[in-house]
């Protein structure tokens, strides 16, 4: 089981390192087989850290990102759960979505192996 404050950790850094573009932070933190649906119900399912790295970094970006835990997340196990706050798109025209549910899956070895985001859209 991954330790409590790995997963904190790596949560923390899904949201500072997708915010300043740091994508080798940010895909560090996913296991080789993570599977992210973003946001839940839209049909985008990307799965495999190519996929992430890939077309979901490069989808994201594309909106200028900033991403903000709203509280510390829950963790239970080796799940957790993030609420988040997000703003995107370019200055002047930015929108926010909030709140964002994110439930985090890890693996034994303290990667992000499932990331599944819930909020209006």
């Not at 790995?6 to 895909?27: F, L, N, P, Q, Y």
């Not at 963790?75 to 997000?86: D, Q, T, Y």
Request: aromatic share 10%; hydrophobic share 45%; proline share 5%.
């Amino acid at each position: 089981m991954p330790d409590r404050e790995a997963m904190i950790t790596a949560i923390e850094t899904h949201c500072r390192a997708e915010s300043a573009g740091d994508k080798e932070a940010w895909v560090n933190i996913f296991a080789e087989s993570i599977v992210i649906e973003d946001p839940v119900g839209s049909g985008n399912v990307h799965r495999g850290i190519a996929a992430v790295s890939g077309d979901f970094w490069d989808r994201a970006q594309q909106h200028w990102p900033k991403v903000q835990l709203t509280q510390a997340p829950i963790v239970s196990g080796n799940e957790a759960i993030a609420i988040l706050k997000a703003e995107i798109g370019p200055d002047g025209a930015r929108q926010s979505f909030a709140p964002i549910v994110a439930h985090f899956v890890f693996d034994d070895n303290g990667k992000v192996e499932s990331l599944r985001a819930f909020f209006a859209y």
